[in-house]
């Protein structure tokens, strides 16, 4: 449903039905009151600010005198606030901005929670990528379990295994439920499927030659390919530690590229980028 809207006698069971799930705000207005105008105008610039947070549903008295009359408005212009199909607040006249934003804050879901629903949209259609940033907004903005939960699912479809590990690890006793249980499932499949015959031979033959440097980037080629991205920097800033130009740079070179495929967002690399600087400088 568009975030505003004209409340007409066909659209009206539509848009109380849909206070059903999300607020709706209802303005009863009419063009020859300058106040009504000027409220709507205020109205729309909330509506369009806070994005998706409510539906505004406008109602012209000059040609639905049947709608204003069944919610027996008095006078113009008069809002009010719509959820579960009944008004529940409401207010006459004009009010400025903040005062409106007050009273509709009592009402609206918090940003985090749009976010949430949102992304659980997207994980419903298996798209992993339109829910990531949606979710680690959220999680920046409330570090919820149920958050924590929907993100570490992302991170398990797209690989990210160090992400998804540290994030089940935080949630609490009180909210390992069967949704934690089937993803602590789906990381300990994930592991012992990175855990391949390749890796466990190249990390023998670095455990009997540690300063064999050309085998060190093979297997940490290997960890980074199978997701195992911090046992793989790990692994490169050893060496580093003792010599930032080690294997000709080549050493550096694996460390950055890792680094990058990460991206700007993610801890791990932000971690490993903090450690490489204060080697360099």
């Known amino acids: 449903m568009e975030s505003i809207l004209e409340l007409t006698k066909e659209n009206i069971q539509q848009v109380v039905d849909a206070s059903m799930e999300q607020v709706v705000v209802m303005a009863f207005w009419a063009s020859q009151s300058p106040e009504s105008l000027a409220l709507m105008q205020t109205l729309e610039s909330i509506t369009q600010q806070q994005a998706g947070r409510f539906v505004l549903a406008k109602v012209n008295c000059e040609t639905e005198m049947e709608i204003a009359n069944y919610f027996q408005i008095q006078s113009l212009p008069t809002t009010l606030v719509l959820h579960e199909g009944k008004p529940v607040d409401g207010f006459a006249g004009v009010q ?80 390992q439920d069967s949704y934690y249980q089937s993803l602590k499932a789906k990381l300990a499949l994930a592991l012992d499927a990175a855990d391949t015959p390749e890796i466990r031979k190249l990390q023998q033959d670095v455990d009997n030659a540690p300063d064999n440097l050309a085998l060190v980037l093979e297997l940490a080629k290997a960890l980074h390919q199978a997701g195992r991205n911090d046992e793989a920097l790990d692994l490169l800033f050893t060496p580093l530690q003792k010599d930032v130009s080690a294997l000709d740079g080549k050493v550096k070179g694996l460390f950055l590229e890792i680094l990058t495929a990460l991206g700007q967002g993610n801890s791990l690399a932000n971690q490993y980028r903090r450690k490489l600087y204060t080697l360099l400088y």
């Open 96 to 175: 400025e901005a903040p005062q409106i934003l007050e009273m509709l804050d009592k009402h609206l879901p918090a940003q985090w929670q749009l976010k949430l629903n949102q992304a659980r949209v997207f994980l419903a259609e298996q798209n992993a990528i339109g829910a990531l940033p949606l979710l680690k907004e959220a999680y920046s903005d409330k570090p919820l379990a149920e958050i924590a939960l929907a993100l570490a699912d992302v991170y398990l479809s797209l690989g990210v295994l160090e992400d998804a590990k540290g994030l089940l690890d935080s949630v609490g006793l009180a909210d």
